[in-house]
């Protein structure tokens, strides 16, 4: 089992940066449509490159899931990796900028593909490891969608705080 789990979490990595990368485009190619805006970016804001490495890989995980049946601690291993993941976008983003000044594109692109490689790397070794501590396995699922729920709203209805603003337009969110 532990070369398939390096295996399924290679394939999820790939799928994660591959489709993040696409829908980065999605809400364009579409013309705007709200539905696009729920899953792709709908600016360059920070929030919005989050929200590309968190669909695919809770689509991912939602596909993942049934090759580790066994596990009562799958949503847990998940939920640490997908946080991870997401609290390495913002962190690297934020310390390169505050360090360096604004950060070319290619360095921007290769945060998202780090943070997605920790995420994964996290997952693999916790699976591997075969003793995530996990209280509630479906409760971390439940958060996991909450996630999901709350990128939706902020997708609309952002705070206006750096995390959500779009460096190149001024703007927030939608429209």
């Known amino acids: 089992m532990k070369r398939s789990v ?12 591959v489709a993040g990368s696409l829908l ?8 705007g449509s709200r539905i696009a805006a729920l899953f792709g970016s709908v600016n360059e804001a920070t929030f919005e490159h989050m929200k590309l ?13 049934r090759y580790f049946r066994e ?10 990796g997908i ?19 604004k950060t070319p594109d ?5 945060i998202f593909f780090i943070a997605a490689a920790g995420a994964f790397l996290l997952e693999t070794r916790l699976f591997r490891q ?4 996990c209280q509630s396995d479906g409760g971390a699922f439940l958060v996991l969608c909450l996630f999901a729920v709350t990128f939706w709203v902020f997708t609309f209805f952002p705070p206006r705080i750096p995390l959500f603003r779009d460096p190149v337009t001024g703007g927030y969110g939608v429209g």
Request: charged share 10%; net charge positive.
């Open 71 to 80: 596990d009562g601690a799958y949503w847990c291993v998940k939920l640490r």
């Open 24 to 31: 980065h485009f999605l809400y364009g190619w579409t013309g």
């Open 106 to 110: 290619l360095v921007n692109i290769a």
């Open 6 to 17: 390096a295996l399924l979490q290679l394939v999820g990595y790939a799928f994660t940066v």
């Open 130 to 133: 075969g003793d995530a501590r």
């Open 83 to 101: 946080a991870l993941g997401l609290l390495l976008i913002p962190a690297l983003f934020y310390t390169l900028n505050g360090g360096f000044g």
């Open 53 to 65: 490495f968190f669909f695919p890989a809770f689509l991912y995980a939602l596909f993942e899931r």
